[in-house]
């Protein structure tokens, strides 16, 4: 069992959900990622998704979208990410997901990313740009190095599609709460509900939710739909304000810790 | 038959797009296989192609320009000459009549040159669509007059501030708007790249080029040709002109920007020194490094200025039937300068590209041979760098 499964299971035995938190890996340095990931383990978190930034990603708002600029700016490429997991590892059995756009781990070489993935301690990889029926490479190369590979579910996708994100994804389903880019969000989408509840009545894995989510209050709503709340752009905003970072992020990311695992 | 069910040219193309428009790329191939087999679709695209675009466009034979290259004879297909001077009007009025089928209301696109936002604002104006067109700031700078004509059409124009500031960018951000608001809005994609169904239904509103030009190359030279030229950035003219002609031996060379020169870094000869990677939705050649960040693409055409190009052209490449070729933003000044001294045609700088490198090829070959150059529109945006430079 990964360390994924162990963290749903042993949250679902105490009847709690999953807060994972989103970082982009190198915003503002490598260094400050590293001591940003145990700041947010400390204050509650339960999965680290760390963000791998890319020249073009069509799935992020402004938010995200700097922060990868700054982090490339930085000199920081996938080489380096996974030496600083690495060290990571050392620290934390945090459950570590990727979050990277199709082209940086092809042009890597997918056999060699993935076995990098294992080597380092990374549990899963989210490609926003990488849909189910393209994904046979992937799979086949994640699947032999116990790397879950997790699928994004939309809004907008038909039922007979989610079945097949259900299928394919391993770790947990990745519901897009929203129709649109990632960044921070007023208010929740109407039809999540309903959504979320017909993810569940097809599928024993978890389901996470993300894109929009931005405070405590929305946290909570989420919490009682789906097993996990997916938070980013909120956080990658406290991190580009440059201010204190480290016991800013504490208090917001302790703040929705709260607010998803309750009481 | 390419592309395959999957949208594959022989292991390009396919849909590397967010989750969100999946279903929307599903509904746009289906709505268009029906489009495909209807009669009356076909008799309205006529219509409009005819008496609104004005086809079929010419096909010159540039007289004065083979005299004084002492070699092959020279063909212009004079795409120049269309509504909104160039051929991007063939495929934004098929996708404006696919959205219109389809029940969209809002239409938008992204935008290099601008000859493809002009095209887009025309057919929205002329449908009564709503529009909204995205740009690289960097190509609002450059390219202010089809800015303002599209300002003039009803159009939104909208800046876009990241990357590079040009065609790539503001591919990236018609995509993300997209997501956000694809149940309402249809996404005219302008040249022959993106997921599929995308590079398959933009290359066929094209091939009308080559349709007509196989039909008037009996009528005029009596014969086929012996090679036909077309500049390359995403690759929608070329792929227009040369899908009629596949089969046929006739060479065909697709003529990509060299920029300041292939070896300097700054150019956007993606087929001709890229590599394989996926990019705005589709596997194919790409500009990129070696962390796989997706390179600047440099050009004085903002029309050839991407780092991405048409699978089907990274499909044709590697099958050796389409040979890609380079030419520099010197060369490309030389051959808009030597059209408009020799014929008093004015073209595009991306079609400039392929006027010189038919210029180079001609002198080599004897008077017996044609070259048919693809004039893909017509210069009156460049002017200001044009002016600037020579």
Known sequence: ?263 | MVPDKRGYYNGFGGKFVPETVMAALSELEKAYADARASASFKKQLNYYLKEYAGRPTGLYFAERLTDKLRGARIYLKREDLLHTGAHKINNTIGQALLAVRMGKKKVIAETGAGQHGVATATVAALFGLKCEIFMGDEDIKRQAINVFKMRILGAKVTAVHSGSKTLKDAMNEAMRNWVTNVRDTYYVIGSVAGPHPYPMIVRDFQTVIGRETRRQAMEKIGSLPDCIVACVGGGSNAMGIFYSFLKDKVKLIGVEAAGLGLGTGHHAATLCRGSVGALHGSMSYILQDRDGQIGIAHSISAGLDYPGVGPEHAYLRDAGRVSYVAVTDKEALDGFRMLAELEGIMPALESSHAIAYAARLAKRLRRTKSIIVCLSGRGDKDIDIVRNVL
Do not use: W
Request: glycine share 10%; net charge positive; aromatic share 6%.
């Open chain 1, 1 to 263: 069992m990964n360390r994924i499964d162990k963290k749903v299971r042993a949250l679902r035995a105490r009847r709690k959900k999953a807060f994972i938190a989103y970082i982009t890996a190198g915003d503002p340095s490598l260094l400050m990622t590293g001591r940003i990931a145990m700041a947010l383990e400390d204050a509650g978190v339960d999965i680290l998704e760390l963000g791998i930034p890319f020249s073009d990603p069509i799935a992020d708002g402004p938010t995200i979208q700097e922060a990868s600029g700054r982090a490339l700016k930085g000199g920081v490429t996938l080489h380096k990410i996974f030496n600083m997991v690495k060290g990571l590892r050392k620290k934390s059995e945090m459950p570590i997901v990727f979050m990277t756009y199709y082209n940086p781990i092809l042009r890597y070489g997918l056999s060699e990313f993935f076995k990098k993935c294992r080597d380092a301690g990374v549990d899963g990889v989210i490609v926003p740009d990488l849909p189910c029926e393209e994904a046979s490479e992937v799979k086949r190369y994640a699947r032999p190095n116990g790397i879950d590979t997790i699928f994004l579910a939309a809004p907008t996708s038909p039922s007979g599609r989610i079945r097949q994100i259900a299928l394919s994804s391993r770790g947990f389903i990745y519901y897009v709460s929203l129709t649109g880019v990632t960044g921070a969000r007023r208010d929740l989408a109407a039809d999540i509900a309903p959504k979320i509840r017909f993810i569940k009545s097809i599928t024993d894995k978890p389901v996470m939710v993300g894109f929009g989510v931005s405070n405590a209050k929305q946290a909570a709503r989420v919490a009682g739909l789906a097993d996990g709340v997916i938070v980013g752009s909120a956080i990658v905003k406290i991190i580009g304000a440059k201010k204190n970072i480290l016991p800013a992020v504490s208090r917001f990311a302790g703040s929705i810790a709260r607010a998803v695992h309750g009481g």
